[in-house]
């Protein structure tokens, strides 16, 4: 029993004095912060900023991903320039200077904008379309296939420009052969008469505004003479080819194409008419190029071995910027063959019909 009250203490120390002295090592603690607070500008300052941030709330919302340097303006400031503040930015007032002189502020040149390239997208390209040239090298000419096509070929040549047109929504021209009949019928009978002489040189331009059906307006033809006319009778049927190209219709199925200009070249061996139609873009250009350019092709099989063949085999479609171009280029001498041999058609036609109109009264 008495080894249980070996290690026990009757006359103990007392805690107080312990405890008064923490007591007033707290009152000073406390009291020193409390001093601190109100005579310390920055712990006062600290003391509302963590009371401030007691209240943020986190709150998961959607946001725009738009980088801030694709919208904001960026202003860069050359190597020995500096950024001035204006004099009360600070809310001081503005403070003279001791110098002698006074400095002078020099505005910097404005920094250009910065510029923003947009992000290129790869799409995969379709295959290329024959050029016009290509398609035009393509065709036999007449020395290397004197052979005329066969029915087949036609018909099939006549599909393929029926898909065409599907395909590119670019119709095929709807031509009246009526005016170019009668300007050829007037030239052959003024050539018979003597007043009209097949050797002058012709070099003429014009421009005009192209309406919806095909034809030019009137009013905004411009023809300018590159070369003065050898008489009166060349001017009038240069205008008179000017005229043949609005009436006839040729350019109706070019929709879109605004602006017209033309140029008719005759020289010693040839003779060459230039067609170009203005479009609101290159491509709408291209699209119309490479569509003709396939219709061309099949034209010249298909109208093989009649009296205008040698007309698309002379003739030829490019694009040049936002122009499609329609180039005729023949020698004198087929263009001659060619224009009697319509005007022959023509006189053997109208003589069958009116010994059938004459048999039927």
Known sequence: MSQLFATFEVNR??????????????????????????????????????????????????????????????????????????P?????PEVAETTQLDPMMVQPAAPPPPVYRPRRVRTPKPAPAPTPEEVAQATPTPETSPTPATDEARKAAEARMDEVEKQTGVKRPRINPGPWEDLAKEGKQLFDEGKLNVNSAVDVSATAERDADGRLKPESVNIKWNTPPADATTEMMARKVITAVSESKMLSALEGAKGVDMSLKVGEQDIAVVIGNQFPSAAEAEKVANAYALLLLGARVARDGTEDAELYRSMKVSQDGSRFVITFKMPKDAAGKMIADILSKKAAKDAKDAAAAQNKG
């Open 88 to 92: 009360d930015y600070f809310g001081a």
């Open 13 to 86: 120390v007392p805690r107080w004095p312990l405890m008064s002295r923490l007591v007033a090592l707290s009152v000073v603690a406390h009291g020193l912060f409390i001093v601190a607070v109100v005579y310390v500008p920055a712990m006062r300052g600290l003391l509302h900023l963590a009371s401030s941030m007691s209240g943020i709330e986190f709150v998961r919302e959607d946001y725009d991903k738009t980088l801030l340097g694709q919208r904001a303006t960026i202003i860069q400031l050359g190597p020995h320039e500096k950024l001035y503040y204006p």
